[in-house]
């Protein structure tokens, strides 16, 4: 089938006026909002932490001493104090940065590529297949998620794959949830239904058409769960589920400190505010995502 | 049989549609009873090449229904849809090789354009789907921007949300347009435009016919806009077709108390014309349950006991012109019925 003649497009050199994407407005709008960025410098600096702790502080966050429990901050030589075993916990907490991270975003990333991929099909597909998905996904969705945590590192053993294992397990249904709402009614967009009357096939729509669209909605719920990850990850290593002691991380810390609490409540209190600073630094940055995607459409 | 009838040795008409059915089942109800919502209950048309068909009737009378059958984004329950002679879906004619065939323009304008996609992109993205090369899909985008007036150098790396509505839907039509089909269903193409930018895309809208030698299904409740736009008109009540003819013959001769009750709420210019009183009393019945008999006796002022007895079939009466009304088939026991068929061929 020829296409009917059209007056071919003329090849001047004039320059195409192109509005930024939506990706690059949705930046340029954060970065012109004071409480993104200062959450995001916050999550920057954990990542430096995280990645060059090691080399920043060069105390042992291991080394012990029964001669220095529980100093105070401001001790010399110890600028945060030390913990009930002696340990420098300037030291533990930067190391702490790397474990904490670690088992708080790892999960979540993890369940963000399981849980939008169910999520998608199932909302895209709709009908029987798309009930099925969510009627099972819902029977997970039904359990608190610190009892599900639990219950699924306690059935595959402790140890930190287990522990990541079953965290991103827990995120996989919620996740889906938004998942498949965003995609149902992005199902029913006339620019969806164009793109079928176009002849696409199910595969290229959802890449080009329902993925563009969906996956900033998903996105931004996903960071809200960073600091939950975190939060839960905390909780299996106090019961011993994930991260073993004598390895500094930041819910390990706040749990083994909690009886020094009426001793030193500051030193016991400071893994709390790392948890805090992090988990409300990815919240807020959260929001403000949602607010910088929230234009049109 | 309610579609015209080819002269013997034509070319057959580009669609044809024929006892086209879709029930849509409901879900609920206290002991889960379901009932059906009978959008569209056996329509019969067809469309010759280089012609434009306006559909028009109430909201909820499956207007829409049918474009979206006709367009098999949804499956029909019964019926068969022939182009160019040729059983859409069969191994004749492939669903998507029909579909680079016949292209629709939805309503919405907003909605029906990606808003994470340019305006080019969106235009081009039927040809990559069909195998174009990226480079050429794109400068096929252009110059379709140029032709539908939008300059392609402002337009084509612009957003939706930078648009007006009436700058998007010349943006749809583009993308209608940009698989070179031969027959494109409109769907209140129009509808959602102010009255201005409504006049300006209608006379896009038929350039671009003449010039590329299109053939228009025009959805619409707006008479004025389809009487302007059409050659012929059908009008449909209650999923059913109630008149179909020439839009000369539908606007000035309407046989069916339906179309002339639609006819007189139209406004007028003329003060001596001024519509009174509603011309259709209450609102269409319910499509769950349609009245037996005559769809529109409840509401026709013609309305005998035969009418709430049988069903009319579309009766000729006229050239071309038919009409689903037990006043205009011979012998149906109307008391306005012609005796013989002899009177309906001569009238």
Not at chain 1, 254 to 260: F, I, P
Request: charged share 20%; proline share 8%; aromatic share 6%.
């Amino acid at each position: 089938m020829a296409a009917p003649a059209l007056p071919a497009a003329e090849g001047e050199p004039a320059p195409l006026v192109r509005s930024p994407s939506f990706w690059r407005s949705v930046f340029a709008r954060l970065r012109r909002d004071p409480v993104a960025l200062a959450a995001a410098a916050v999550i920057l600096a954990l990542l430096v932490l995280a990645l060059f702790g090691p080399w920043l502080v060069a105390t042992d966050p291991y080394a012990s001493s029964v001669l220095r429990r529980l100093k105070p901050i401001g001790t010399p030589g110890h600028p945060l104090g030390t913990d009930e075993l002696g340990r420098d916990m300037l030291a533990r907490l930067v190391h702490g940065a790397r474990w904490s991270l670690f088992m708080g975003v790892t999960p979540v990333v993890l369940a963000f590529f399981l849980g939008a991929a169910i999520g998608i099909t199932a909302g895209y597909a709709g009908g029987l297949l798309g009930t099925a998905i969510m009627r099972t996904i819902d029977v997970f969705y039904a359990f608190p998620s610190v009892l599900l945590a639990i219950a699924l590192s306690g059935a595959l053993g402790a140890g930190i794959e287990n522990a990541l294992l079953s965290l991103t397990l827990v995120f996989v249904p919620p996740i889906a949830r938004v998942a498949e709402s965003v995609a149902t009614q992005l199902r029913n967009r006339d620019f969806v239904e164009a793109a079928r009357a176009s002849g696409a096939g199910a595969l290229t729509i959802v890449r080009v058409h329902v993925l563009g669209n969906a996956l900033g909605p998903i996105f931004v719920y996903a960071t809200s769960l960073v600091s939950v990850s975190m939060i839960l990850a905390s909780g299996l290593s106090f019961l011993g589920l994930g991260v073993r002691p004598p390895e500094p991380e930041w819910g390990l810390m706040l749990n083994t400190l909690r009886t020094a609490i009426y001793v030193q409540p500051w030193v016991a209190a400071l893994p709390g505010v790392m948890i805090f600073a992090t988990s409300i630094s990815f919240n807020l940055l959260a929001d403000a995502l949602r607010s910088a995607m929230d234009v049109k459409g | 049989m309610a579609s015209v009838q080819p002269a013997p040795g034509a070319a057959p008409p580009l669609l044809e549609v024929e006892g086209l059915v879709k029930h849509f089942p409901l879900r609920g109800g206290l002991l889960g009873r379901a009932g059906r919502v009978r959008a569209v209950d056996g329509v019969d048309f067809s469309v010759a090449r280089g012609e434009t068909l306006g559909i028009v009737g109430e909201s909820g009378c499956g207007k829409s229904t049918v474009a979206r059958l006709l367009m098999r984004l949804i499956e029909p329950d019964r019926g068969t849809i022939r182009f160019a002679g040729r059983p859409v879906g069969s191994p004749e004619l492939p669903l998507r090789a029909y579909r680079r065939r016949v292209q629709m323009v939805f309503q919405d304008s907003w909605s029906s354009l990606n808003p994470r996609l340019s305006v080019e992109e969106s235009i081009a993205f039927a040809p990559m789907v069909h195998g174009s090369p990226r480079a050429e899909a794109l400068a096929r985008a252009h110059a379709l921007l140029d032709r539908v007036g939008l300059d392609p150098r402002r337009f084509a790396g612009h957003y939706p949300h930078e648009l007006s509505g009436g700058q998007r839907q010349r943006v749809n039509i583009a993308r209608a347009l940009a698989l070179g089909p031969e027959l494109v269903i409109l769907d209140e193409a129009v509808s959602a435009l102010d009255k201005s930018v409504e006049a300006q895309v209608l006379n896009l809208l038929q350039d671009l016919k003449e010039e590329l030698g299109l053939t228009y299904l025009f959805i619409s409740h707006d008479l004025q806009v389809v009487r302007y736009l059409s050659d012929r008109v059908l009008v449909m009540y209650l999923g059913r077709v109630a008149e179909l003819g020439p839009a000369e013959a539908i606007f000035e001769d309407p046989r069916h108390p339906y179309t002339q009750a639609l006819l007189r709420s139209m406004p007028s210019l003329d003060p001596d014309a001024r519509t009174r009183e509603a011309p259709l009393q209450g609102d269409p019945p319910n499509p769950i349950d349609p009245p037996a008999g005559c769809r529109f006796h409840p509401r026709c002022a013609f309305a005998e006991p035969v009418c709430a007895r049988r069903e009319p079939a579309l009766a000729v009466c006229g050239s071309g012109h038919r009409a689903a009304c037990s006043m205009v088939e011979p012998g149906s026991g109307h008391s306005r019925a012609p005796r013989r068929a002899e009177e309906v061929a001569l009238g």
